[in-house]
């Protein structure tokens, strides 16, 4: 019989206007991946940030059992110190510092107040060995990739001798091969000891390595699933989910395309710091009006610095090539151009760039869009909560109201709002950069919802995704980027994952064959 690592008895959290958690009840065993899912603001999140102090006991109601004793942690140090540590979506390394100052950041080898830059160095090429990272320990995080990243955090979870390791949403910037990487990774340490908790919107992730799957939905568990006992597939867990079928992942969109509105021709950008490295080079396309046209390609293949550097420049330096929009070319030197003429850029990076995390909804929303909410210059604030509460409910906003602060909300809410002022600018072109990225199915139905409706509307949409599915599900037309170059096109009609890796493997055979 398994032996049980932790309980989580009748736990309630509440905020302003909110019952986040209704008496949730969890237990996780010994050596078991535990996958917990629900939809946006079900939960998850408040749930591991209670088990692992970030919300200290007395904040909430209910026992957190340990090994059979009840523990009652005051921080996230005091969680720690009984093996538990968490890995947020968000990941919390910082760039600027070596990976092995990174996994030592808090958790220093010092004898007597002194580093021992030695042991650090050492015993992080140990850590790194484990989580099958061949890197310098003394490379900068900035000059490794997110996949990396991940396997970083991972490693200064085993320096702090982990024991229950929490993963929100790991492999949600990740690519199928860093994701499928990771997932082994989590099964090796299961063998060596150390229970998991996974939480993720990839269902098919979940499937693959959880031994057990709690559904939460509106702060309530609504399912336990048993590998072995239970019958255990997505359908299943999206109706737990959601509460109802979805039948279809895609909702069917009448196309109704018309002419080239936005034009990019010879476009090439080169790097910010490198000024003699091209990032992009020459790509030339073209999206119409009232159509949805994907960008796809592996990571590192410079969709984002593209859209990025089309969006008033925001990246790279030495642009060349033009800009047409309905017809005219446009010069566009900076945010401000891009938006006065009608194109706007949801990033992938939501706390980075796209949100005011120490604001409110009311004010994130309304952001790019002040003019309409404004007279002579002077803000309208009835205009501004008018117009700031008709798009929180348009897309489906769950909050206690616009005057929640936006770093307290779920990051699928965050990300809706991200998309909720883009939209409130009522741009003529909108470039979404992976709009559904730690967004669960429910939620991407709902902003594929909105998507298609867009485009009903006229509106000519770019959409960069890293899910093959989504792409094939959404787009009109899709072209395929790598190494920075529009390495081909192709209709709806002739668009599959065979054939959309097929360009990437050939262009990138072209390109060694140039090398060489």
Known sequence: MAETHLEMRRITKRFPGLLALDEVTMKVNTQEIHALVGENGAGKSTLMNILSGVYPYGSYEGEIILNGNECRFKDIRDSEKFGIVIIHQELALIPYLSIAENIFLGNEQAKNSIIDWNKTSSRAMELLKIVGLDENPATLVSDIGVGKQQMVEIAKAL????????LDEPTAALND?????????????????????LISHKLNEVEQVADVITVIRDGKVIDNLVKGIDTIDEDRIIKSMVGRDIVDRFPLRASQIGEVVFEVKDWTVYHPQHNERKVIKNASFNVRKGEV????????????????????????????GSIVKAGNEVVLNSVSDAIDNGIAYMTEDRKGYGLVLIDDIRHNLTLPSLQKVSEKGVLNSSEEIVSAEKYRKKITIKCSGIDQMVDSLSGGNQQKVVLGKWIMAEPEVLILDEPTRGIDVGAKYEIYQIINQLALEGKSIIMISSEMPELLGMCDRIYVVAAGEIAGELSKGEASQESIMKIIMTHQKRAKEITV
Do not use: P
């Open 177 to 197: 091969e860093e994701s499928n990487k990771l997932l082994d990774l989590l099964l090796e340490l299961k063998h060596k000891g150390i229970t998991s908790i």
């Open 293 to 320: 046209v994907g960008f796809a390609g592996l990571m590192g293949a410079g969709r984002t610095e593209l859209a990025m550097s089309l969006f008033g420049k925001s990246y790279g330096q030495k642009h060349q």
């Open 159 to 166: 320096a702090k001798d982990v024991r229950l390791l929490i």
